[in-house]
Nanobody
Framework: QVQLVESGGGLVQAGGSLRLSCAAS????????MGWFRQAPGKEREFVAG????????YYADSVKGRFTVSRDNAKNTVYLQMNSLKPEDTAVYYC???????????????????WGQGTQVTVSS
């Protein structure tokens, strides 16, 4: 069982930055693929970024490529999402997710992840 707790959300002006953190419990954290998703009001949850279990490979949705960076610190059981040049359309609840697999792949759908955090709100004002 893995428990995930996100933090770092808040209100920021367009063009600003935020860094989200996701703290994970469980001794197998370093073996799992991690992802970030977001869900805006009235919309489906969508993929934002993913990172391999060692952190050597990452991938992004086109909408955030070049602005967001995902990273992880396995010694701290934590994954991060650095968000720069934020836009009003980035406003959403952001979720951290964990996939119990060490097999490399680009996992970018909700159904491919096994555990989820409770989410943290990010609001970008224009």
């Amino acid at each position: 069982q893995v428990q995930l707790v996100e933090s770092g959300g808040g209100l920021v002006q367009a063009g600003g930055s935020l860094r989200l953190s996701c703290a994970a419990s469980g001794r197998m954290f370093s073996s799992y693929t991690m992802g970030w998703f977001r869900q805006a009001p009235g919309k489906e949850r969508e993929f934002v970024a993913g990172i391999s279990w060692r952190g050597g490979s990452s991938y992004y949705a086109d909408s955030v490529k070049g602005r967001f960076t995902v990273s992880r610190d396995n010694a701290k059981n934590t994954v991060y999402l650095q968000m720069n040049s934020l836009k009003p359309e980035d406003t959403a609840v952001y979720y951290c997710a964990c996939r119990r697999s060490t097999v490399w792949g680009t996992y970018n759908t909700v159904g491919e992840y096994d555990y989820w955090g409770q989410g943290t709100q990010v609001t970008v004002s224009s």
